[in-house]
């Protein structure tokens, strides 16, 4: 088994809310010295025929990834999907469906930003920053109100407009997490419970959701992110080990200095913790 020093198994590109082609982001992990990569765009497999193509051609070992879209709890959760075959009908299906409601949802956050700032045309205007129309998200939106300076930064957008239950936020009902976690194990895949400390649950919360989560397949948690503080990867640790959880490492890489850890540059994982991609060794293509 290939022992890996740096695997980023969490991030973005042009195919969903990333700012960098799959190539770029592949170019980039390379760079900063990561040794396993997993492309994770939101709701899609679209891009994971360049992924593995960019892969093979910056001679990283590559595993297969999505990140969906879940309600759970009237809360966005996110779960990743490594080692799926992004060939797979029903997933492919249920990413299909899970997409669909994002061209709605941001008309009505473009309506509620334009109430809010005055400006006009912003539907159309966000598109111009997603390179996937169909991904449309809110770091589009949020992107565009710092250029148009509205915003000093991402932050500032997602804390003043953006963020869940902000002033244009757009509550949506995304993927149930059954659903979610039937797409992924069925396309043969591992699902990961995706940075944990975002959601902001309570104790009680958090356990049933870790509880629902293994029931229905789950079988890793993220640890080390770009979304985790120091101590939240510590603790996140812990939870992995009293629920048997392996563990994931990813920076949730979007865009050169954007704020979260740039792709590949992570503290290591707690060296006991089994890993998820010990346990998806069979499904890793290795770079020539
Ligand atoms: P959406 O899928 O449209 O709800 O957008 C969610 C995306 O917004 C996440 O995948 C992150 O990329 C980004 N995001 C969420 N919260 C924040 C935040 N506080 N600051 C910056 N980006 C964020
Ligand atoms: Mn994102
Ligand atoms: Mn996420
Ligand atoms: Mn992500």
Redesign the pocket.
């Known amino acids: 088994m290939a022992a890996y020093i740096n695997p980023d198994l969490h991030s973005?590109s042009t195919f969903?809310?990333?700012v960098l082609t799959p190539e770029e982001v592949a170019a980039r992990a390379r760079a900063n010295g990561v040794d396993l990569w997993a492309l994770t765009d939101?709701?899609g497999l679209s891009g994971q025929e360049r992924a593995v193509a960019a892969a093979r051609a910056q001679s990283l070992d590559y595993l297969t990834g999505v990140?969906v879209?879940v309600t759970w709890a009237d809360t966005?959760v996110?779960v990743v999907g490594l080692g799926v075959d992004p060939a797979n009908t029903a997933l492919i299906a249920g990413l299909d469906q899970t997409r669909s409601g994002?061209d709605t949802?941001?008309r009505d956050?473009a309506a509620k930003l334009e109430q809010l700032t005055g400006l006009n045309g912003l539907y159309e205007a966000a598109l111009q920053y997603a390179g996937n129309r169909e991904?449309?998200?809110?770091?589009?939106?949020?992107r565009l109100l710092v250029d148009r300076g509205l915003c000093k930064n991402?932050?500032t957008?997602?804390?003043k407009y953006?963020?869940?239950g902000g002033p244009a936020f757009v509550p949506?009902r995304?993927a149930t997490l059954a659903d979610a976690l039937s797409w992924i194990t069925g396309a043969g895949g591992l699902a990961i419970l995706a940075h944990p400390a975002?959601y902001r649950f309570k104790h009680a919360q958090e356990g049933a959701l870790i509880d629902e989560f293994k029931r229905l397949g789950g079988r890793g948690i993220e640890v080390t992110t770009g979304s985790h503080t120091a101590a939240e990867a510590v603790h996140y640790a812990t939870v992995a080990r009293e629920n048997s959880l392996l563990a994931s490492r990813g920076s949730?890489f979007?865009a050169t200095g954007?704020?979260?850890a740039d792709i590949g540059t992570l503290p290591a994982l707690p060296a006991d913790l089994p890993t998820v991609w010990d346990a998806l060794a069979s499904h890793i293509r290795h770079a020539p």
Do not use: K
């Open positions: 973005h969903s809310d990333g939101h709701d990140e879209s966005t996110h994002r949802r941001a956050m991904a449309i998200a809110r770091p589009h939106f949020a991402m932050q957008a997602f804390s953006l963020r869940d949506h995304w975002r949730d979007h954007e704020g979260r």
